[in-house]
């Protein structure tokens, strides 16, 4: 940054006269940061009504390889009194405001693929607690503005809940969202899921990813890749081609010790990494009281819900599967529930429940197409 300043200070007393010349009395900022996301950034805190970028005539290929900032910005919608400027100047619909998030907490919101909609998920969305749409809302707005970003954090988190929350937030767009990435076909076959209308039947994944890709450098996509393995130089390489504002890619990790974190870091993705927030110990309270009352179970004592609390370690979705569990008589002496051996039985059954939600995926819908 300290190279850059002189280099800055040439610059703007080379081109302030012109400007004045022009009429136009400059002002001076720098930022730290992708140029894009501090151009936007700036745009949104001054409340600008044009953008002018430069733009270096390269081609498909370069814009490929380098990415473009001036996409990434003309595919981002900025806010301005209900409506979306575009950096052109022109007025357009908001794709998604604050206002449409609140009103979407009272009734269901459409979620969808492309043209699909897939209700069940909506649903589930839909039943997100407030700091998770929140939370979806914000990072779908980084996602429409073509960020890649990694979601981490322990199983049983939260982060399913949250990608399907995001998916509900992101309308105007082509969407899909994975249960499970393991392979690059598996982002190959979320990306048909999103553009339905591209035709990759009887063609070789390669052939079809091409077509894709060409389908989002003309609309870009929102990506959310949950369940995210090893990523190989190949996953590597195609998503690296989704840069510059022609995908919004979010890939969710599950991280349940620091040796997986560091397995983590050593794939060397270049995302931004966030954890995924942990469930406030109020909330954890609410959410076992209720799930539990739900399965009709006995009343829960103190003392246990305590310690079923201290062993979920603020993750949902371990609450949730806790109190399914606790319905099978096994875990119970008389009307006393066995804490440690819910809790230790909770924490298998919840590291192998993501197999057992892809089976079901498969059979539902969100499958690979058949080829």
């Known amino acids: 940054m300290p190279t850059q300043r002189p280099r800055t200070a040439r610059l703007r007393a080379r081109q302030a006269p012109r400007a004045r010349a022009a009429g136009v009395q400059p002002a001076v900022h720098i930022r730290v940061g992708h140029p894009a996301e501090q151009i936007i950034a700036a745009a949104e805190e001054w409340e600008a009504d044009l953008i002018v970028t430069g733009h270096r005539g390269k081609g498909l290929f370069e ?26 100047g022109t007025a357009r619909p908001v794709q998604h405001t604050a206002a449409s998030v609140r009103a ?14 897939h209700e069940g998920a909506n649903e589930r969305a839909d039943a997100a607690p407030l700091g998770i749409r929140r939370l979806s809302w914000l990072l779908s707005r980084r996602l429409l503005a073509g960020e890649h970003l990694l979601l981490w954090g322990p199983t049983g988190s939260g982060k399913t809940t949250l990608l399907m929350a995001i998916e509900s937030q992101v309308r105007g767009r082509p969407c899909a969202r994975t249960l499970q990435t393991r392979s690059l076909d598996d982002i190959t076959c979320a990306l048909e899921r999103a553009y339905p209308g591209v035709a990759t039947r009887g063609m070789s994944r390669r052939t079809a990813r091409g077509r894709l890709w060409r389908a989002a450098d003309r609309e870009p996509v929102v990506l959310l890749l949950d369940d995210v393995g090893h990523v190989g130089t190949a996953m590597k390489g195609f998503l690296r081609r989704l840069r510059g504002g022609i995908a919004g890619v979010m890939l969710a990790a599950d991280v349940d010790s620091p040796r997986e974190r560091a397995r983590l870091r050593e794939q060397h993705l270049g995302y931004q990494t966030l954890r995924m927030p942990p469930l406030a110990g109020k909330a954890q309270r609410v959410l076992l009281t209720t799930q539990w009352a739900a399965c009709e179970l006995p009343a829960l004592p103190l003392a246990v819900g305590r310690q079923l609390i201290r062993a979920a370690h603020g993750r949902p979705g371990w609450i949730v599967m806790c109190a399914e569990l606790a319905r099978d008589p096994v875990y119970w002496r008389g009307n006393t529930v066995k804490p440690a051996l819910l809790a230790l039985d909770t924490e298998l059954r919840l590291r192998a429940s993501k197999r057992a939600l892809v089976g079901i995926a498969r059979g539902s819908g969100l499958s690979a197409p058949a080829h």
């Not at 979407?104 to 909609?117: E, G, H, L, N």
Request: charged share 30%.
């Open 63 to 88: 814009r490929w390889l380098l990415g473009s900032v001036s996409r990434v910005i003309i595919a981002y919608p900025l806010r301005r009194d209900g409506d979306s400027m575009s950096p052109s």
């Open 104 to 117: 979407s907490d009272d009734r269901p919101s459409a979620v969808r693929t492309s043209k699909t909609v």
